[in-house]
């Protein structure tokens, strides 16, 4: 009986320590929180209606269609966007990153434009582009291109320099020191700093979907907004939540795969 009832406490703790070392607790308070003081009246539903009416309209929207309309379209420009940044980004930071009189040439100019936010060119791009897709691709390229840029540039400094002379003493070629020694040094900056712009592609996005669009998360929200409907727009802002964090998933699992020999726990924002 003793051996029955330790076996039951030590399933309990077991159960309690994976609880805690999930993390879902926090989530779930702020749930229960929100359930319980909008079923209490605690603040106006107007302001922030309860989980059940967020609910209930999601469902709503996934049944009309118009929620994966709205998600087709912002995931569309993510990918047509990140994709051409990542591209230009890693080219140049290769390009600059390999050969250093690029770098001390293109450095101020980068500089300059790495603290002018995206969001204050947004009046220029819809005159140069249009209010059509060219203008928000435009916006999350230069959203995204710096912290991939910047975390490949310091990942390719950070290669090991006996690695390199190894190299340099088995007759590698430039090419093959790049494919079998630079690149696996820089992989896991290259994939945080992806990581990273991913988060700022999301940001930049939304933002200018709000300016000028006719469909995106960003437009669903404006336009929820301006019906004063809070639960459609508690839902867009939740959606974004979910795919930025699956999205981030998928990249540190990526990550752990391809580059499994090292890691960066801080990128370079």
Known sequence: MNTTSQGGTSAFSRFVRAIWNSGILLPLFVLLVWWWGSKSGWWSAFL?????????TFSSLTTSGELFTH?????????KGFSASALFALALA?????????????????????HI???????????????????????????????????????????DSKLLEVAQS?????????????????????????????????????AAELVAASSGLGYMILDAEQLSRPDVILVGIL????????????????????????????GVA
Not at 48 to 56: D, E, H, I, Q, Y
Not at 130 to 159: D, H, R, W
């Open 71 to 79: 998600m087709w379209a912002s995931l569309l420009r993510i990918f």
């Open 239 to 266: 959606v974004i939540g979910f795919l930025g964090s699956t999205i981030d998933l998928v990249f540190s699992a990526a990550t752990r795969y391809f580059a499994p020999y090292g890691s960066v726990s801080n």
């Open 170 to 206: 088995f007759g590698y070629t430039r090419l093959q020191t790049l494919r079998h020694v630079v690149l696996p040094s820089a992989l896991p900056y290259i994939f945080t700093g992806m990581r990273l712009g991913l988060g700022y592609s999301w940001r930049s996005l939304i």
């Open 117 to 159: 936010p995206p969001m204050a060119t947004i009046p220029m791009l819809i005159l140069w582009f249009g209010i059509g897709e060219a203008s928000k691709l435009v916006i999350i390229v230069m959203a995204t291109f710096f912290p991939i840029y910047l975390n490949t540039v310091q990942g390719i400094s950070q290669c």
């Open 48 to 56: 922030l209606p309860g989980p059940a009416r967020v609910l209930r």
């Open 94 to 114: 290769f390009a600059s990153g390999l050969y250093r009189p690029l770098l001390r040439q293109i450095a101020p100019l980068l500089e300059l434009l790495r």
